[in-house]
């Protein structure tokens, strides 16, 4: 229930094996008939004086030894206030401690923590999918000997005011797993503008861009422990001072399959700008400035040809030399960052997303009626990807390719809108029809 209480303790007490679930309008009928994103279920930590942050309470959500597990789905967690003086500054969204958390479909944001922003785990196994974690101060997550796995969540413009990760720190004996994630515009004073991590880190499918930090590792530092890359794309990170745009790591990392273009730092070469290691074990991998230094196979510095780097489009045109060059036996996931199959024409891309035709047609438009505009890429597409037709009039419309052909209809635009299709090389055309 909400609170009237000044008392900054408050918080949400979540029991042992308890399940929530958010996104109810009301009038539904079962459980799958919500909507998360339309209808929020919000736990707020704006007690006292709306909007005046420096009454919030300490922690949003609080768990110990729940160990059986909990799970919130279809929630926001905002607005917590953890000013407090060393331990008691440990978290402020999440507390976990010894418990067991499963997080879908939830929006952790506008938190603040002196460590642990988002979440603080202390000994505990989290498990985030279909989730977002943004705009929280000093960390989105805080693992303390904790093992995280995250899935399909975007990780964005978290900061630390300190040093060691903008959005996640591990420290020893935590492991984190993260699949199919993007970590964009995260900022450390330090050490990792997204990761900074002292234990296993296996990344696989994830984009990083636009991440940020003062020293080492524009998006991602390994201090010590274990790093595992694998078909990932680091682009547009960079690095105030020393090397490492794109990534530091101290112990040798394992990168197959990965795409490290447009990083940059003051100091090192091209190569060190994008990665700075005194080793790696590095194969089947785009790297700009790549001298061969590191050795491995498969490996080049050839332009990737995204699609619109500027925008963050880190899909590759048609005749991509990271197209059919990786190396099938590192893939671990059956699909890519877009949910497409992740090997097509028998061998996988390079980077986070699969390429899922290779020359296009522009876009073909009908008018089957006259506020009816139907768009068809007609080129012949593997089944089971996905392609996005967006039009500057209308919401994008996500299209299955089914025997070869993906399809969108709208409501029609004014005559003279474009209809663009992405997931190939982006073809525009505009709506006017013949």
Not at 6 to 11: E, P, S
Not at 194 to 212: I, K, Q
Not at 389 to 414: E, M, N, T
């Amino acid at each position: 229930m909400p609170t009237d209480s000044l008392d900054r303790k408050a918080t949400f007490t979540l029991p042992d094996g308890l399940e929530i679930f958010g996104g109810f309008s009301g009038d539904e009928m079962q459980r799958s008939d919500r909507d998360p994103v339309r209808f929020p279920t919000i736990l707020s930590g704006d007690i006292g004086v709306s909007k005046q942050i420096d009454d919030n309470v300490y922690h949003v959500v609080t768990l110990i030894d729940a160990t059986d597990g909990v799970s919130v789905d279809g929630l926001w967690i905002t607005d917590a206030q953890n000013d407090r003086p060393e331990e008691l500054g440990r978290g402020g969204g999440i507390y976990a401690v010894r418990s067991v958390l499963r997080i879908r479909q939830c929006t952790v944001t506008r938190n603040m923590a002196l460590g642990g922003g988002g979440l603080w785990n202390e000994e505990s196994m989290i498990d985030i999918s279909y989730s977002t974690l943004s705009d929280n101060e000093n960390r989105a997550v805080h693992n303390n000997n904790s093992k995280l796995t995250i899935r399909e969540t975007i990780i964005e413009s978290n900061r630390n005011t300190g040093h060691e990760g903008g959005a996640i720190f591990d420290s020893h004996g935590s492991a984190t797993t993260a699949v199919d994630c993007v970590f964009v515009s995260n900022h450390s004073q330090s050490e990792g503008g997204a990761v900074f991590s002292l234990g296993t880190s296996v990344y696989v499918n994830c984009v990083f861009r636009g991440n940020r930090c003062g020293d080492y590792g524009g998006a991602f530092f390994q201090w010590a422990g274990s790093l595992t890359l694998t078909n990932c794309t680091f682009a547009d990170n960079w690095v105030r001072n020393f090397f490492g745009g794109g990534v530091s790591s101290i112990p040798k990392p394992t990168i197959v399959n990965c795409v490290f273009w447009g990083n940059r730092s003051p100091r090192g070469d091209v190569q060190r700008q994008q990665r700075s290691t005194t080793s790696a074990v590095i194969n089947h991998s785009c790297v700009q400035g790549w001298t061969g230094s590191y050795g491995g196979v498969g490996n080049h510095g050839l332009d990737p040809r995204f699609i619109d780097f500027d925008k963050g489009d880190f899909r590759m045109e048609a005749g991509s030399p990271c197209i059919d060059a990786g190396d099938n036996a590192a893939v671990t996931s059956p699909h890519d960052l877009d949910g497409n199959p992740r090997i097509l024409n028998d061998v996988v891309d390079m980077g986070a997303y699969e390429s899922i035709c290779s020359d296009v047609e522009p876009v073909r438009l009908k008018c089957p009626g006259q506020s009816k505009l139907k768009a068809t890429l007609p080129t012949r597409l593997p089944d089971g990807g996905t392609v996005i037709f967006s039009s500057d009039a209308d919401r994008p419309k996500s299209a299955p390719v089914r025997r070869g052909k993906a399809k969108a209809k709208w409501d029609r635009p004014p005559d003279g809108s474009e209809i663009c299709a992405s997931g190939c090389p982006e073809t525009c055309r505009r709506s006017k029809c013949e």
